[in-house]
């Protein structure tokens, strides 16, 4: 199958996601015909990455200075403190602002590096390599950067959208299938709040996409983005319409850290459970019909994950999670704003509730 080339385009900058097979071999050139030129290049590299991807990338890139800074993703070392230790090496060797960095690694990777090129000297070139399945479908394009605190989930960050996206789905193959589920929940999130025709898509192919077929695993990548793209197009800042990429995410991170970003439960399953709360909190307040909810249920029934929140968490959890969707950055008054979901395709944005009504949702779930 031949590479896939889309091309976003933002009030603050245009550039293309390449989606193909073995595409990081041919990084130079991508590089040369997109005009894309820098002296010097910090690569930050996810420790899980094989050293072979590192290598064919590195003798990819003409530069005069190329500098490797490995990252071990995980939720807790999402912080201040890793970008930190970004900026130190890019001031130890005096980067300018017309030189690059290169993430090349998941979703955690690419918020921690985009974050540190956007506020090193008020911002230096970005090119994202994203190397697991929900950072090709998510996180490497729409330019939302950001770190985590106490006090939550990427509450630090900024808009930084990249010069360059490379998605190479070889890339994939080395992925734990836990790793290949988590990216297919953000898939899953842009059907159901875009595309009918695709979330029917993924009830009759998910399991080819599941084992990474061409060109199922192409197409579904592109149909994600296409929809993503489209919406950060029309809201780049994430003033309106762009909030809709946040179904299921209120609960999602809400759960990560109420588990302290365990093990037990990575972001991409909270952002399932996530989707399935959202879609029962839709139905018993009578916005989402039982059976477009019952198809929602039986497609994450596939998947074949814990889907019960008594799996997770007790019912003394119950006032952390509260506190934490309380303090969610989408929530302007005292109540939490959650984005519902009107039918498979369309969901509803804004919708504001008493702390009391979720908790009483949450107390019936853990019951169950």
């Known amino acids: 199958m031949k590479k896939i080339i889309l091309n976003v385009k933002t009030k603050s900058k245009t550039y293309p996601i390449i989606i193909g097979k073995n595409i990081i071999t041919q990084t130079s050139n991508i590089l040369k015909s997109n005009k894309i030129n820098f002296e010097k290049s910090l690569i930050v590299v996810d420790t899980k990455v094989p050293k072979k991807q590192l290598n064919i990338l590195k003798k990819n890139i003409k530069a005069n200075l190329k500098i490797v800074h490995y990252f071990n993703s995980s ?38 590096s985009a974050f540190s090129a956007s506020i090193y000297k008020r911002g230096l070139k970005f090119i994202n390599i994203p190397t697991t399945l929900l950072a090709q479908v998510d996180s490497s394009l729409g330019g939302k950067s950001g770190v985590n605190n106490k006090y939550g989930k990427n509450l630090i960050g900024s808009f930084m959208q990249p010069d360059l996206v490379i998605s190479d789905v070889n890339m994939l193959s080395s992925l734990p299938k836990r790793e290949i589920i988590c990216g297919y929940g953000e898939i899953l999130k842009h059907s159901i709040i875009s595309d009918r025709k695709i979330f029917n898509y993924l009830n009759k192919n998910y399991l080819r996409i599941l084992k990474l077929k061409s060109p199922f695993i192409e197409k579904t990548i592109a149909d ?145």
């Not at 998941?106 to 918020?111: F, Q």
């Not at 459970?273 to 018993?284: D, P, T």
Request: proline share 1%; aromatic share 8%.
């Open 224 to 368: 994600s983005c296409k929809i993503k793209r489209s919406i950060v197009q029309k809201d780049e800042k994430e003033k309106n319409l762009r909030k809709i990429l946040n179904l299921g995410h209120t609960f999602a991170h809400a759960y990560e850290a109420t588990l302290s970003y365990s093990k037990k439960l990575n972001h991409g399953e909270a952002v399932i459970l996530g989707l399935l709360s959202s879609a029962k909190f839709s139905m018993e307040n009578n916005i989402l019909n039982k059976k477009d909810y019952k198809q929602i249920f039986n497609h994450i029934s596939l998947l074949k994950l814990p889907m019960n929140l008594n799996y997770y968490f007790k019912k003394k959890d119950i006032n952390s999670i509260i506190k934490y969707m309380l303090s969610d950055k989408k929530n302007n008054s005292s109540k939490i704003n959650l984005i519902l979901i009107k039918k498979i395709g369309k969901v509803i944005l804004d919708l504001k509730f008493d702390h009391s009504k979720i908790k009483k949702f949450l107390v019936k779930e853990l019951v169950n």
């Open 75 to 112: 939720e807790k070392n999402k912080n201040l403190k890793s970008v930190n230790l970004i900026l130190d090496k890019l001031f130890k060797f005096n980067f300018n602002r017309n030189d690059c960095i290169i993430c090349l690694g998941g979703g955690i990777v690419s918020d921690v």
